[in-house]
């Protein structure tokens, strides 16, 4: 198996390994993993592998992000609806919150399973909402940017 095959199946292989060990093992493991998979397949050279791994770690981070914020807007919206005595009609039952996370939930295996796909076939994938912060720090310019 020459090195581009083994990169190939490797980086295909990531994002649905991340998926598959964070929901067997733990969900807190989602976040942690890539940062551990990107060093050690720039250990091992595989750079098509470490590109796809830069994408996930990114897109996860990203999403956690985006869901930090709308978590603080939609609780101060519960805190002021609360406190004035009326009600905002999907934020106030947290079903608005329900709704989210089944949006961003399904979007992150989407994501994963494009970026595993396109990572087969030797290219890269750009989610949509990921933010590119982790390629700006390595110093690669934002694609999506």
Known sequence: MNS????RNTAAA?????LAASYLITPWLLPILPAILYFIYKRLSLNLAKDTTLKTFD??????LICLAAGLVIGSLQI???DGD???PLISSGLLTNILVIIFGLYLIYSLLRLSITS????IYNPKLSMGIFEA?????????
């Open 59 to 64: 897109l996860i981070i990203s999403l956690i």
């Open 137 to 145: 720090l390595r110093g690669k310019r934002a694609s999506n940017v």
């Open 14 to 18: 990531t994002p649905l390994m991340l």
């Open 120 to 123: 087969f076939k030797g290219k």
């Open 86 to 88: 009326f009600t905002i």
């Open 4 to 7: 581009t095959t083994k990169d």
């Open 80 to 82: 002021a609806s609360r």
